[in-house]
């Protein structure tokens, strides 16, 4: 649940990239999200934990009838690449961004 907190968060801030890429404060408190979903994303990769597995196994425990999967369980296979690509993309773009500002200040 988290995780999709800090995807909404991510967007957010880079559907506003143009207002906050000026505030240090607002680029830092950007980047957080980010990294929490690198960090996640990796786990999810590489822990004991299989989102699709699970989804489909509730799923199939709440519609016994039911024979086939919805569609929409295919982005249980790809969130945790999801999740690390946005992160890996918008920390770069925010640091990038953070980079810029302090070469500013001292220049």
Request: glycine share 6%; net charge neutral; charged share 15%.
């Amino acid at each position: 649940m988290f995780s999709l907190a800090s995807l909404i968060l991510v967007a957010v801030s880079a559907n506003f990239l143009s207002l906050i890429k000026e505030n240090k404060s607002l680029l830092y408190i950007s980047t957080i999200p980010c990294i929490y979903l690198v960090i996640y994303g990796i786990y999810l990769t590489l822990g004991p934990i299989d989102l699709y597995e699970d989804g489909s196994t509730n799923f199939f425990n709440e519609n016994p009838t039911e024979k086939e999967l919805p569609i929409v369980f295919i982005i249980l296979k790809l969130y945790q690449y999801i999740i690390i690509f946005v992160g890996l993309i918008f920390g770069y773009v925010f640091s990038k961004k953070l980079k810029e500002i302090k070469n500013n200040e001292r220049g």
